[in-house]
């Protein structure tokens, strides 16, 4: 899965640490997420997405 999860976090100068700490996941989790080596529930993608005040699309929709 392609996702903008990196991006999003790095512009709110979040590490992966603070990012998982504020979703209640381990900072390995956040990484395997933005290598799309992972599938988040939709309910830590709802987390992530409000943590980095951006919607769902924003960060997981892939763009052709």
């Known amino acids: 899965m392609?996702?903008?999860?990196k991006v999003a976090r790095v512009e709110k100068?979040?590490?992966q640490e603070q990012l998982a700490a504020a979703v209640k996941v381990t900072r390995?989790?956040?990484g395997l997420i933005e290598k799309g080596?992972?599938?988040p529930s939709?309910?830590?993608c709802v987390?992530?997405?409000k943590k980095l005040d951006k919607t769902?699309?924003?960060l997981f929709w892939e763009v052709e």
């Open 2 to 5: 392609q996702n903008r999860i």
């Open 13 to 15: 100068s979040l590490t």
């Open 28 to 30: 390995q989790t956040i």
């Open 37 to 39: 080596q992972y599938n």
């Open 42 to 44: 939709l309910q830590l």
């Open 47 to 49: 987390a992530i997405a």
């Open 56 to 58: 769902l699309d924003q």
